[in-house]
Structure formats: structure tokens, C-alpha cells
């Protein structure tokens, strides 16, 4: 009998890049005077290092922007999904005020979230295979290039931001794509491949990140689609699918290997995918829930203070309704685990972070 599920998911969350890049009603211009207020904030924070303590939702006020913010979350909650800001004169700050602005513009949106064992809330994505060269002990964002469509780990994360800061010397695109569209192209032309989606795949994280979570590094077996409290909520981890399977946790069955082909095939479509340069001082948030994210191949500069350099921010949107606990691969507890070990390495350590790393190098 042919897989029903159980939403078909419509209106402005499903979407092509086809017809969006036709348009630009998805990026917010800041205005002048919202530019005045965001320098007001800035004069006020100078000195404070943008990434240690986070920037308070009262310290950087939008009072400017404030009835467009509120329809801005909900349009990342259950429209399009996401949005870009452009607007900031790149030349005017430096990377710390820039990060001390990204960060005020997170708490806007929802509670930031520990990125990593190393303790970072502003997350810095650039090349750093050079210097950490033993692939177990750096992140995907902290290698070069192209990047499938994914979502990060779920759970906890609501929103992904990204600010640029430097582009690489060529390519490098943000590219992301609606995850329910990807859901009804399946449910219309392969219903029973969707069907693996919801019964999941068997996920494996890294062994570095296992044992910095105290968590085995077999997740298990996790739905990249669910429907509960009326959302339909996507987890596609591709690299965690691939991982379980080369670990002998799982094998991939030709069925299963099949609906990842189509998954893959149909959301880096150029038809679906929308592609798009975040040039330095652009940010952009998207939902983690709806809209799969990626990287176009890029050749990046030699020199490492020129190299492609994006910040990120991980959010917790409170009034979301909570992600199913099948799908919650990441959750408060591995967080809490990853401040307490990032606090004991930087008594011991203080260039122990990724980007202290980086500069020092």
C-alpha cells in the first residue's frame, strides 16, 4: 500500500529558489535609522569582547524595527523560514563589534546555545584543516569546502544565524532550501522513499563529540520527519547517516540508499535551491526545523587572516513548540556538559578555543 503521511505541509513554507531568487522580499534593508541605533549600541558595549558574556536583549534595543521583528519570527516560525539583513557597513566595525551586533540582534530572536566542547556561542566558521589537522578533533565548519544540504543537530537548536565577515576568493554561496518542499516533491513523485524518512535512519556522531558529551557516539535510529504539535519538523544529518553505517552500526539498505539519493538529488536542485552570496556585514537566520541549509565549493585565500570567516549563532526559541524527542539528537544536558568542560580547559588553557587557535597560529 503506498505511505501516507500524515501532513501535507502548504502555504509559504513550501517554496522553490527558482521563484524566490525572482524576488527580494526576503531581505530586510536596515534603514538609517535602525543603522543610528545599532551604533548607539555599539558605543555603549566598547571594549566588552564579543565572545564572552552575550549581549542582553535590553542592551541592544531595535525599538526602531520592533513591529518588524515580530513579524520577522513569525515568518521564520511558520512562513518561509528564513530571512537575510543587510545594510551594516562592513568597513565601519571590526570583527569584535561585529560580533557584539550579531549578537544583539540573536537575543531578538531567541536564547543562544553552546556550539561546541569548546564553549563557543559565537561560532567562527572558516578553514582550519591546516592547523587542526586530525579531522576527530575539528567540526565540519572547520573545514573548506562544499557542504550537501543538512540541517544541524536537533533538539535544543531553533534558528541558525550566519554574519559574513570575509569571502572566499571565489564561491562559497550560502544555499539553502525548504525541507517541506523536499517533503511533498517525495510525497508526489517517490511516496515510498519518503516512508524511510519517517521510520529514520541510524544516526553515529563523532567520537570527539561523544566523548566530550559523556553520550555514547551511537545516537540510533532518528526520523528525518515528524509531525507533532502541528509543526512538521525535519532532521537530516547526512554525514551522522553515513557515519553509522561506515562504523558498522547500520547497513544501508538499496531502499534507503535510494530515498538519500532522491533526498539529496531533489533539495541541491538548482530549481529548489536558492543561491545566494552573503557578502561581509550580510547575516542571515533561518528556521533548523524547515529549511536545510549548505555551501557552495569555494577556493579560499592562502593567508590565513584573509580565509573565508563566518560567525554563527545557535537559538533556542522558547515559545516554539519542543522538538519530538525522536529528533532530539542535542539537548540542554550535552550543552551544560560542553560550558563545564570548555570552563575546566580554559583554566588550564586559555588559548584552547577554536578561534584563539586560529589567531595564534
Request: charged share 25%.
Amino acid at each position: 500500500m503506498t505511505f501516507q503521511p500524515p501532513y501535507r505541509p502548504s502555504g509559504r513554507s513550501v517554496w522553490l529558489g527558482k521563484d524566490l531568487v525572482q524576488t527580494d522580499d526576503w531581505i530586510v534593508r536596515l534603514s538609517p535609522a535602525t543603522l543610528e541605533e545599532i551604533d548607539a549600541a555599539v558605543r555603549r558595549l566598547r571594549g566588552r569582547n564579543a565572545y564572552d558574556t552575550p549581549v542582553a536583549r535590553e542592551e541592544f534595543p531595535l525599538a526602531t524595527m520592533a513591529d518588524d521583528l515580530a513579524r520577522m519570527r513569525r515568518e521564520i516560525a511558520t512562513g518561509r523560514g528564513f530571512f537575510v539583513f543587510r545594510g551594516l557597513d562592513r568597513d565601519r566595525y571590526c570583527d569584535n563589534e561585529l560580533g557584539l551586533i550579531f549578537r544583539g540582534f540573536g537575543a531578538h530572536f531567541g536564547h543562544e546555545l553552546t556550539q561546541s566542547a569548546f564553549g563557543d556561542r559565537l561560532g567562527d566558521i572558516r578553514d582550519i584543516s591546516d592547523i587542526l589537522v586530525e579531522r576527530s578533533k575539528r567540526r565540519g565548519y572547520q573545514s573548506g569546502g562544499f557542504q550537501t544540504a543538512h540541517t544541524d543537530p536537533s533538539g535544543e537548536v531553533g534558528i541558525v544565524a550566519m554574519l559574513s565577515l570575509k569571502m572566499a576568493m571565489s564561491g562559497g554561496e550560502s544555499l539553502i532550501a525548504s525541507a517541506h518542499t523536499v517533503h511533498n516533491m517525495l510525497m508526489d513523485w517517490c511516496p515510498d522513499l519518503l516512508s524511510e524518512f519517517y521510520q529514520g535512519f541510524v544516526l553515529r556522531r563523532p567520537e570527539a563529540d561523544a566523548e566530550r558529551m559523556g553520550r555514547p557516539a551511537l545516537i540510533g535510529n532518528v526520523p528525518s520527519f515528524a509531525y507533532e504539535n502541528g509543526w512538521l519538523n525535519c532532521d537530516f544529518q547526512h554525514g551522522y547517516m553515513r557515519r553509522a553505517a561506515e562504523h558498522g552500526d547500520t547497513t544501508i539498505s538499496p531502499k534507503q540508499e535510494a530515498a538519500l539519493g532522491a533526498f539529496v538529488a531533489i533539495s541541491n536542485h538548482p530549481d529548489v535551491m536558492l543561491k545566494m552570496m552573503l557578502e561581509p556585514g550580510d547575516f542571515q537566520f533561518i528556521n533548523n526545523r524547515t529549511i536545510l541549509h549548505g555551501r557552495a565549493d569555494f577556493e579560499d585565500h592562502a593567508a590565513k587572516a584573509e580565509r573565508r570567516h563566518l560567525y554563527r549563532l545557535w537559538l533556542n526559541v522558547p515559545d516554539w513548540p519542543r522538538m519530538p524527542a525522536s529528533q532530539s539528537t542535542l539537548v540542554a544536558a550535552d550543552m551544560a556538559r560542553w560550558d563545564a568542560m570548555a570552563a575546566q580547559h580554559r583554566a588550564a588553557t586559555p588559548a584552547w578555543a577554536s578561534w584563539t587557535i586560529f589567531r595564534s597560529s
